[in-house]
Structure formats: C-alpha cells, structure tokens
C-alpha cells in the first residue's frame, strides 16, 4: 500500500514535466464560499479538504494551471454568503466560483455571481430553479440536482415494497425539493408529509405522529446535524426495530455514521456515489483523502473532489483560460475520470448519472455504508426540458 | 388517539423542561447583573461537548455529567471574571457585542481543539430503552429522566432562591440592586457565584441534550433563540417565569407542530394543509409572545414588580 502510494506520488510529480507548461503568470484565483461554522462546518471542511485533494495531486495545479483558493465562510446564513461574493468579485477579481453547501445560499450568492460575468460550479447545491427555467450558461452543477437525489430514494422505496410512506423534510428550498423529488418516481402511498424546521433540535412530536400512523417506512431528509438528532432520536423512541427507513445520501453521512453510531444500523439509502466503490479514480481519491485526513470521507468531500477535477479538465483544454465561451464548450465535455463512474452533462448542465442502492450494516464488528445494487441508469432531471441555454 | 395526546403532552414537557435548564440561567443572569448574555449557549456547548469527551474516554456516562457540569460551571466563573466584570457599567450593545464576541470565540475554540465532526454520546446505561407508561406507549426513558432531572432542578432552585441565605440576597439584587450594594454585600462575589450556577444550569442542558440531539460547534445558538422568547415570556429576572414560560413554550411547540398540519388536512389538500401546518407551528410561539406581551407587557411574573 505505502510502496504503491509513493510510486503514484512519483508518477504524479513527474507529469507536469511532460505536459507544455503554459501555466505562466499568477495563479488562477478559485473563490470557494462555503459553511464552516454552526452544525453543517464538518460539510464545508470536507468540501474545502475534497478541493484540495486534487490540487495536491497536480502539485498545486488544477489541469495543468496553478490555482490559489480563497476559502470564505458562508457562516450558513445567505446575507453572509452574498457578501463575500460581493467581495470576491469586486475586491480579488475572482471570475470562477464554487463551495456552496446549502441551497438557500445559493439561492443569494449564485445570482451575484452569474450577474458578475463570472462562473459558479457547483459541489453540492443543485436546487430545481436553477436546473429548469433558470438555467445559465455560467453555472455547472457537477454533484446533483436536488430532487434525484430523493427520485433514487423514491425508487428504492419501490424497490424494497414499501407501499405505505411517512415522508419528512425541513421547511426550505432543498427540503420542498426533497418531497417533491420523493413523490416523483414513488409508487406507493404518502400516508402523511411533514416540513420540519431547518433549526429544530427536537423531533419528539414527529415520532409521535409516524408511530400513530404506522407506516412501512419512513423517507426522511435531514442533512448534516440536523439527521444525527432526528436518528437518535428515532432509535431512542424504539421505531427503528419496527419501522425501517429510506433516505438520500445527504442524510447519513461517514461523518454522521460516527456521530449515530448503532441508531443508524439497518438504515437504506440511495446515492450516487459511496467510499467503496472500486472504479480506480475513487479507490485513488479515497486513499489520498484518508492518508492526508485520517477519516473517510463523505459525499460532500468525493463531490468537491471531482468538482475540482472536471474544472481540471476543462483548463487543460482551455490552457488555463476560463473566458466564458472556450471554457464552457470545455467543461461540457466532462473529459475526466469521475469517480462515480458514469458521468456526463445534461443540456442544463446538470450531471446524468448512475444512482445506487446503500446500506447501513456491520463489516467486520465496525458499521459501515455498504454499497448494494444499481437502482437508476443515466437518471436525468426532469428540469432540463425547461432550460434553454 | 389519547394516547398520542399523552405522548405529544410529555414530548412539550420535556422540551419545555430543557428550556428551563437554560432560561433559568439567562434570566437569573440578566435579572440580578442587568448582563445580555448571548454566550450562554457556548456555556450550554462547553457541557455538551465535556460530557461527551470525558464520557467517551472514561466509558462512565456519570463521570461526563461530573465533568460537564464543572466544566460549565468554571468556565462561566472564568467568562465572568475576565470579560463580564468589565461590562456591567456599559450599556446594553457593548455587552451584547462582548458576548456575540465570545460566541464566535468559543466556537472557533471548540473547532481548533475537537474538529468539527459531531460527536459520539451514548445513553447512559439504564436508560437506553423505553418504559410502556401507557399500554401502546412506549416513551424513552432517558426522556424521562430529563423531566425528572429539570422538575428536581426546579424544586432546588426554589429551595434556594426561598429559604437560603444566597436565595434572599439574589432577590434582594434582582429588586433593589443599588440598595445590596449599599448595605455592603460584596456583590462582586454574588455576581460570581449567579454567574457560575447559570453557566451550571446551562451546562447540565448541554449535558442531558447530548444524547438526544447533537453534539457540534455552533449546537447552542439553535436553542438559544428560543431561550430568550422563554425569559421574555416569563419576565426577566423570575425563575418562576423561566419556568412557566418554558413549559408553556415547550408545550405550545410540540402540539402545534404535532396536531395542526392533522386538523388542516381535513379542510384543505394535504400538501398545502403540511406545508401551511408547519409555517404556523414555527410562527405559534412568537405569536404566543407578541400575546403575553399585549397583555402583561412585562411578562407573566415580572421580578422588578
């Protein structure tokens, strides 16, 4: 293993010489706005430690430019978020952007941006305004749209046979994009919808309303330390036993996993990517993440990561321009090895991907996500109809 | 049908019961030192996070409690003497910047020293499972303790603030401020030793929310919100306030949330009936304030009377 990372470090060191080094001048300035502080800060960290991954692979390159990031705290708070757009753009000059977590604050940072003649990619955030109607020839989505995010789960819920569901999500743009998403491909019946509270601590009077209503299942979509409180919770009333849960990725996390510990055993989720996938561009990431971190890494450390790799490649073609038109045509081409395997651009600039079966179980005494079946192939959105670019 | 009633009744207790824990400490502190004190939910997060540390390393879920509660305890006496001392003559925007300043402190602080991945907190053992207190109603029993904890805590407050020497002087301070300080009483030391039981107060929140929400930076500014419409509702400076404006608060919350988004579903569409529910569940308990405030504009059982 060591011997194997140190020839890759070998093999890595020795390709900026072979390729034409037209990376002259300043560093190309990246501005990264993302949340570091408050219950969704491990998100940003693994976000901002995902990026850097595949800088550090090129040497401080990205596709052969060397970048300088500008991290910013978004502080979760969208007024937060637009100020430091503002600043990025008119301040540093910034024309490339990226790092949002959340989709309200993107929902106040991406206009300035777009406005600003500059171009945002997106890490994680991919809400349905912007897939649809919205759309902008300067805005790149590389993780997901929202709702298939919770279309797979809506799949996957048929897929288990569940015919009766309990479906929760907090009361903001990606939570009403999550029950909407769900509802989508979801054939069975929605015995009850709640819009819980983005900053709610307590989920007791939910537990209480999915017991009395005794679904099969309950589809719930709670992301970063909202998710670790409401699974406590839910293994402290004793509903884990008897009704089993599906959820989307951003539910349960490594990051989460660790923090639930055995309330999360059992738990079904669909994603599009896990740690175990074995496609040789994740085996890579995963190792370099955990060698230099110490953890595993979460979705929002593998989306950041190939974020940063689909702009690499986009750059190599561009030799490190990123005026608008050359370097669109470029990054549409999506010319990298994704580490979720299949993956290419929609019309609206949107991924279609492969989605996946995951569960929660015990590998060798230790819970682990472990990946199971293929549920969705080449999932597109249904906004990218209403998009003209 | 009733026994979700029961249940939705004792989730609003026990919600309201954690609010007490930390309005009891915010509305001591403002009430006797006249100090907005927005760091009290770092106190709240120092609990939180000691508890699960030493809980973790020990394996002693009730060597966590020791060690959060003195862990909140000394670091609201150290917040006290070094920061706070400071402010009691200013006006109230230099404290509410000083203790915004300390928030932003102890967040960062908290990062740099354990990270921000949430942490691991088990329940303590005992109290892992859940006790059938109606028949087809199983209620976590470590739900149960924290109503039992905060009702004791309520009854030692009252003990103490009634019939102890500190109780008449922390009442004495809360009516006539100039007057204690007049007679001699070394307030500095009172101003200590109040601080430090709200930091106390705040402390044991932390620890008795571990295990059931999160623990992660930034975990008190959530509930701290809802801290402050508690101490409003309840009268500044009253602990009896504290209480019954809690429990109100917690039970006001919970049956909203819990029966509303039901009652609206029979008149209106199901999406619409949820998504209208959930705006009026958040909205009910500052209604319930703008109310009280209407009626007693000082809350329900003003201190400075």
Same mark, same amino acid.
């Given at each position: ?17 072979a ?22 800060g491990y ?16 040497q401080?390159?990205?596709g ?28 540093e ?44 020839r ?9 709702? @298939? ?55 007791a ?76 561009? @994740? ?16 979705y ?16 190599r ?8 038109n ?11 090895? @994704?580490t ?16 996946? @079966? ?32 | ?11 609003g ?17 403002f ?21 699960a ?10 060597l ?36 915004f300043g ?24 005992g ?22 904890v ?5 009854l ?46 705040a ?5 008795m ?14 509930i ?15 602990v ?43 909205m ?22």
């Amino acid at each position: 293993m060591h011997i194997q990372r140190r020839f890759l470090m070998a093999g890595l060191g020795l390709a900026p010489l072979a390729a034409p080094s037209f990376a002259q001048g300043a560093p190309l300035k990246i501005g990264m706005i993302t949340t570091l502080s408050g219950p969704g800060g491990y998100i940003g960290q693994d976000i901002r430690d995902g990026f850097q991954i595949a800088i550090d692979q090129e040497q401080g390159r990205l596709g052969g430019q060397a970048v300088q990031v500008l991290v910013e705290d978004d502080g979760f708070r969208p007024p937060q978020g637009k100020a430091v757009a503002e600043r990025f753009l008119r301040n540093e000059r910034i024309k490339l952007f990226t790092g949002v977590i959340f989709s309200n604050i993107l929902g106040a940072v991406a206009p300035d941006v777009l406005d600003g003649d500059a171009i945002y990619v997106s890490p994680n955030a991919g809400p349905s305004n912007f897939a649809g109607r919205e759309c902008h020839r300067n805005y790149f989505v590389v993780s997901w749209q929202n709702d @298939s995010l919770h279309e797979s789960a809506g799949e996957l819920a048929n897929r288990l046979g569940y015919r009766r569901m309990f479906i929760l999500a907090p009361n903001y743009q990606a939570g009403r994009d999550a029950l909407a998403g769900f509802r989508r491909l979801y054939k069975g019946e929605v015995v009850q919808e709640i819009f819980t509270r983005l900053d709610q601590t307590d989920y007791a009077a939910e537990l209480a309303q999915i017991r009395a209503a005794r679904p099969d299942a309950v589809f719930q979509f709670h992301p970063g330390g909202l998710g670790i409180a409401f699974l406590r919770q839910y293994a402290q009333a004793g509903l884990l036993a008897s009704i089993p849960q599906v959820m989307p990725a951003p539910s349960m996390d490594a990051g989460t996993l660790a923090a639930v510990g055995d309330a999360a055993e059992g738990v079904n989720l669909s994603s599009h990517w896990n740690s175990d996938f074995a496609n040789p561009a @994740s085996l890579a990431f995963v190792a370099a993440f955990r060698a230099k971190h110490n953890r595993m890494p979460t979705y929002y450390a593998q989306q950041s990561y190939d974020t940063a790799r689909a702009i690499g490649a986009a750059l190599r073609q561009t030799r490190g321009s990123i005026e608008a038109n050359p370097f669109r045509t470029a990054m549409l081409r999506a010319d990298f090895a @994704s580490t979720r395997g299949n993956f290419r651009f929609n019309t609206n600039q949107h991924p279609i991907q492969d989605w996946f @079966s995951l569960k929660v179980e015990r590998v060798n005494g230790q819970l682990a996500i472990v990946t199971k079946d293929k549920i969705l192939e080449n999932h597109a959105d249904v906004f990218a109809a209403q998009c003209r670019i | 049908m009733s026994a979700l009633v029961v249940e939705q009744l004792l989730n609003g207790l026990q919600f309201g019961i954690m609010l007490f824990l930390l309005a009891a400490g915010l509305t001591l502190v403002f009430g006797i030192m006249g100090v907005i004190n927005l760091a009290h939910g770092s106190l709240f997060m120092v609990g939180a996070y000691a508890a699960a540390l030493v809980a973790q390393a020990s394996g002693h879920w009730w060597l966590g409690l020791l060690a959060g509660l003195a862990a909140a305890a000394a670091t609201g006496m150290v917040v006290e003497v070094a920061v706070l001392r400071r402010l009691y003559a200013r006006d109230h925007l230099d404290q509410v910047l000083a203790t915004f300043g300390l928030i932003l402190f102890f967040n960062q602080g908290i990062t740099m020293l354990f990270g921000r991945q949430p942490l691991l907190v088990q329940l303590p053992p005992g109290f892992a499972g859940s006790i059938e207190i109606m028949p087809g109603l199983p209620y976590p029993s470590f739900r149960l303790l924290i109503i039992a904890v905060g009702l004791l805590v309520a009854l030692g407050l009252y003990w103490l603030i009634q019939h102890t020497r500190i109780g008449m002087l922390v009442r004495a301070g809360a009516t006539h401020r100039d007057m204690v300080r007049a007679l001699g009483v070394d307030i500095r030391a009172l101003y200590t030793v109040v601080f430090g039981l709200g930091a106390l107060l705040a402390g044991l929140a932390g620890v008795m929310a571990g295990p059931v929400s999160n623990v992660q930076v930034g975990m008190g500014e959530q509930i701290l919100i809802l801290t402050f419409v508690v101490v409003v509702i309840g009268g500044i400076g009253s602990v009896r306030g504290a209480l019954f404006g809690a429990l109100l608060v917690g039970v006001t919350q919970t049956l909203l949330s819990g029966f509303v988004p039901g009652w609206l579903r029979q008149v209106m569409a199901g999406s619409e009936a949820d998504a209208l529910g959930a705006a009026l569940s958040s909205m009910g308990v500052y209604v319930l304030m703008a109310v009280v405030l209407l009626v007693k504009p000082r809350g329900l059982f003003p201190a400075h009377a």
